[in-house]
T-cell receptor, first 115, second 113 residues
């Protein structure tokens, strides 16, 4: 079956530090990959996505590259801000097994950015 | 504004008292789904629907029912809630075509005592 493994954290950084959150996946087919972000007390928001090998998703200064050879989709940001404090989820969807567009999530990484 | 809405946002109830959590989307999406989020377990799919009158079980369907009578609405029904259904519930929708990203509602925090 499909699975997503991401570093569990928590991760604590100072403002303007570099961020990396590792994510690796296992999928039976050729998945689409996503990063979602959950701010305190809110629902999940799509942060970025990639649908094929070597695609780079980017949004709000965050980037992630779909690496098929290493089955990875690591999230990076060059300079984090206090407002980036949230829980980050790596996820995939894989339609090779049928018609369910189910998202398979990692367990989430709590990021806290201090001023 | 394109969005997924859920009601109620917070609910405290007692064991065995039937409840319904509503979900509505205004994006004309074909696909809708319910997830529950639990500490240490992440998000798990409960039920999903490919279109009107087409629903199927996800990974953790026990104790839940759903219906899809209209394209925009996908209510989650707990006929006889139990304490192990205390959780944070999210409804999501997708246009039903690649790359299949899903758009989430704000969540419903349910406590069953």
């Amino acid at each position: 079956g499909n699975s997503v493994t991401q570093m569990e954290g928590p991760v604590t950084l100072s403002e303007e530090a570099f961020l990396t959150i590792n994510c690796t996946y296992t999928a039976t087919g050729y998945p689409s990959l996503f990063w979602y972000v959950q701010y305190p007390g809110e629902g999940l928001q799509l942060l970025l996505k990639a649908t094929k090998a070597d695609d780079k998703g980017s949004n709000k200064g965050f980037e992630a590259t779909y690496r098929k050879e290493t089955t990875s989709f690591h999230l990076e940001k060059g300079s984090v801000q206090v407002s980036d404090s949230a829980v980050y989820f790596c996820a995939l969807t894989d339609r090779s097994g049928g018609s369910n567009y189910k998202l398979t999530f990692g367990k989430g990484t709590l990021l806290t950015v201090n001023p | 504004e394109a969005q997924v809405t859920q009601n109620p946002r917070y609910l405290i109830t007692v064991t065995g008292k039937k409840l319904t959590v509503t979900c509505s989307q205004n994006m004309n999406h074909e696909y809708m789904s319910w997830y529950r989020q639990d500490p240490g377990l992440g998000l798990r799919q409960i039920y999903y629907s490919m279109n009107v009158e087409v629903t199927d079980k996800g990974d953790v369907p026990e104790g839940y029912k759903v219906s899809r009578k209209e394209k925009r609405n996908f209510p989650l029904i707990l006929e006889s809630p139990s304490p192990n259904q205390t959780s944070l519930y999210f409804c999501a929708s997708s246009p039903g075509r690649g790359p299949y990203e899903q758009y989430f509602g704000p969540g419903t925090r349910l406590t069953v005592t």
